[in-house]
Every structure is written in C-alpha cells, then in structure tokens.
C-alpha cells in the first residue's frame, strides 16, 4: 500500500474542490487533491458547461429562423444533432483536461479514485481496476463531493427512455416528444433547449408555479416565451408511473383528482439533486449528515470536527457551482491560517432559460419579512435601446432598495443576457451601495447594462427612457 502525508486532501475536484486545491498551492500548502470520476466535477464535465454549451446552440439554431425579420436570407439549414454532441464535448474535454493542468501547476498532488475515511485524519483511496490502493495522512481535509440528481422509484433512470439531466445532454438525436418531471431551474433549461431544437416538450411540475421560489413577476416572463416555444405545462401535478406501449412511452400524470396519460418517447426526470456522501465511511471521521443528507458547517466551512471541512453541494443550499467555488477558496484560507468567511447574501442565482433569470440579494418579500419598508423600481428592456436591436426585448431590471436610506437591498433581472448582467448587482449588494451609487454611475450607451443605471433611477423616481410611477426625489 502507497503511503501519503500532506498538510490539505481535498476529497472531489468539482467547482469547489479544484479551486480549493489551487488556492492551498498559491498559500504554499501542501496539497493533495482526489478525484473518482471526473475531473472539473459535475458541472464541467455533466452539467453547467455542456447544458449552457447546448442552450447557446439551441438558440443559435431559433436565431436562424428569426435571421429573416432582419433581411437576412438563410437557404438549407440543418440540425445534425451528433456533430452538435460532438462539439459540447470537445468544449468539455477542453476544460477538464485544464483542471489537472492547474492543480499540478500549484504543485497539488492529484490522485484518482475513490477515497474513504479509516479515521479522523486518514483516508485510503482505491483507484478501482485492482490499482494499489493508496493511504494518506492529513492534518486537514476538505469534502467536496458535490450531488447526483435525485431518482423517482417509478421513474428509474436507464439513460434511454427515462433519462436524468446528465443523459439529456448526450442525445444523439432529437426526441419528437419529450416530458420533463419537475420544473424546476435544470428542467425548464433542458425543456427549453429541447423545444427549441424541435422536440414537442409536457412539462409537469408538483407546485402551482414553475421555478418555485423565484419572484412570480419574474418567472411570468419566462413562462409566456414557454407557451410561444409551445410548451405544455401541467402545474399542481405528479407523475405516478409510465409504461411502454405500442413503441412509445405513456407517463401517467395526476392533477386536481384526475389521471391523464402523456405518450412521449423520453422522460426526464429533474426534480432535484442529493448530496454524494455515501462510500466515504464519514462515520470513522466523527461525522454524520443531516436527514437531507447534508453536512452542517459553520461560515468557515468547518463541519463539527475542526479541522475537516466541507464545501459546495454536499455542505447544503444553495447548490450553485459559484457558491462551491467561494467555500473552496475560504476554506483554503483558513487552512492557511487566514481570516477567512462566507457571505451568502451575495451568492447570486442564475437561470439559463429563454430569457435568463439572474437575481442577486433579497426579493422584495424577503426584505419585508426581515422589517424593511422599500421601494421599488423597474425598467424594461423594451426601453433599451440595445435590446431593440437585438430583437431581445422582453423582461426588465427590478431593484429593490431600503426606502430610509436608499441601500440597495436585492435586484432580479429577467432578459436577454441577464447572467452577465448580474455581477454588477452582486458586486452593488456586496458592497452595501446605495440606489444612487448605481444611478450616478456612467454606464456605456448602447448597452444593455443601462437598464441596471435607468432601474435605480426609477427606484428614485428620475428615470428617462420610462413614464417614472414615484415622484422624482429631490
């Protein structure tokens, strides 16, 4: 057996442990990173980058259909859906093959396969195959495991028929009906993506909205583009089971005390993801999870036992690669003997749906639930210029502010490219800015940007391009 010691093992190379293991290696610690499957995580290889690289193709190939209201002329375009697969993977294989490149760059260790814990400050790793399996030593320890999406018992995943979301991204062809279980932010970007490549998409989702949690205001825009794209949605339903029959699948699906059966001939399931802790024996570590199957840790990212930490999806909501990637870099710094602590007001959420969604700080009920008195502003984009010719008008800017002084307390932006967008409203609530730190900044014209600088002035009444609802503050 191969012998290790090191002062950091992190355990998961996702968006959370890769960085972890970088940022260790800049602070001159000495790293070992482990990985079992897939270098970059979840989301390099399974999820963010080959959904968004898929979503960009499905709306490249509905812009080539829309080319014409701009006298642009396109004669014999055709989807070959393999040459599309083709070309997300070689996006994949691009980034994950960097991972690597970066943690040895930092001079972290990598080694492959998966680790278990045999006390509070050893792991073995077996690389599976019959490799030599390998112990190392640690004085801290960092799990990143990450999630897997969640399986329904009547809906097994087979990655043929019934398929979770890291099947959907590998078809090799177009599926003519598709149903999705679950609308949440994964189901209706995969819905989307698909109806807009030509599927016929059923969404069914449990709740009485789609994206539940989200601002209802918000989610409406995305869910009149839904019915444009055609999409049939069933809210305050559950699909019970499915059965083959005549060459097609037929999901039965239960809403308001009636049964209605759905012929399609793919299913995917997306009605959330789970924590990956099983197989690491955490139990000879000192530690358990939550009955979701979470690890409790503290703004440090310290489980109860000090010097193991824990980070990204396997350390609770919300499960976003960029919250991973912050606790990875916190954690790395308080090993290293920093001061160092997350602020989860300033994780902000993206949805890559048609338009995006991307909401930074509180909504308007959660700053009145926590004694607020706000105001609120909005502009649409169909009063920026920029979004006019980009034929990409739907949607607006909200933002939310503290009505005494004006601090800006959360934005939500709906609309073309709102994912970029976002940073901005972070980088403001982070900050704690003021309504007229945002509107007294020049922003560049034509650009979509404005809308964040003409929101704020609305908020405060001076808005230009809009009719102001509130009196100009003087």
Avoid at 8 to 14: C, F, W, Y
Avoid at 148 to 172: C, H, M, N, Q, Y
Wanted: net charge negative; with cysteine; proline share 4%.
């Amino acid at each position: 057996m191969k012998r290790i010691e090191t002062e950091a093992l992190v355990i998961g190379a996702g968006p959370g442990g890769y960085p972890c293991g970088i940022r260790l290696g800049q602070l001159g610690v000495k790293t070992v990173v482990v990985e079992r499957r897939w270098w970059g995580g979840v989301c390099l290889n399974v999820g963010c980058i080959p959904s968004k690289a898929l979503i960009t193709a499905a709306k490249t190939w509905e812009g080539i259909g829309k080319a014409k209201e701009m006298g642009i002329h396109v004669e014999g375009a055709r989807l070959a859906m393999p040459e599309l697969i083709a070309w997300k993977e070689k996006v994949v294989k691009r980034l994950s093959g960097g991972v690597q490149t970066l943690l040895k760059g930092n001079k972290a260790e990598i080694v492959d396969g998966q680790a278990r814990f045999v006390s509070p400050n050893e792991v073995e790793v077996d690389p599976g195959g019959g490799g030599e399996v390998v112990r190392i030593a640690f004085r801290h320890a960092v799990i990143a495991t990450g999630s897997r999406p969640i399986e329904i018992g009547a809906f097994p995943f087979d990655e043929r028929d019934v398929l979770s979301s890291t099947g959907a991204l590998d078809l090799k062809e177009v599926p003519k009906r598709l149903v999705v279980i679950g609308g949440g932010y994964i189901g209706l970007e995969m819905g989307m993506m698909y109806a807009k490549l030509g599927a016929a998409v059923t969404v069914v989702e449990a709740m009485d909205q789609v994206l539940p949690g989200f601002d209802p205001e918000v989610v409406d825009v995305v869910v009149k583009h839904m019915r444009r794209d055609k999409i049939k949605t069933l809210l305050g339903a559950r699909a019970q089971g499915f059965e083959r029959r005549d060459g097609e699948l037929v999901v039965r699906v239960e809403a308001g005390g009636k049964t209605e059966e759905i012929a399609c001939d793919k299913v995917l399931v997306t009605v959330g993801r789970r924590p990956v802790t099983e197989g690491l024996d955490l139990d000879k570590a000192g530690l358990q999870v939550d009955a979701k199957g979470f690890l409790a840790v503290d703004e440090q990212c310290r489980t109860k036992v000090p010097h193991i930490f824990a980070i990204g999806d396997v350390a609770g909501e919300p499960m976003l690669a960029h919250k991973a990637t912050r606790q990875g870099e916190v954690a790395a710094e308080v090993i290293a003997g920093r001061n160092a602590a997350c602020d989860y007001r300033t994780v902000p959420a993206v949805v890559f749906t048609d338009p995006e969604i991307a909401t930074a700080g509180w909504t308007q009920a959660e700053a009145e639930a926590r004694g607020h008195e706000v105001v609120v502003g909005k502009l649409p984009f169909s009063a920026v210029g920029r979004a006019l010719t980009q034929m990409e008008t739907d949607g607006f800017v909200k933002v939310i502010a503290d009505k005494a002084d004006h601090q800006v307390l959360g934005i939500a932006i709906v609309g073309p490219h709102a994912s970029d967008l976002i940073s901005e409203a972070t980088l403001a609530i982070e900050m704690s800015a003021f309504l007229e730190d945002v509107s007294l900044t020049i922003h560049p014209h034509p650009t979509l940007g404005e809308a964040m600088m003409e929101a704020a002035n609305a908020t405060l009444g001076h808005a230009i391009h809009i009719i102001n609802k509130a009196p100009a503050a003087h």
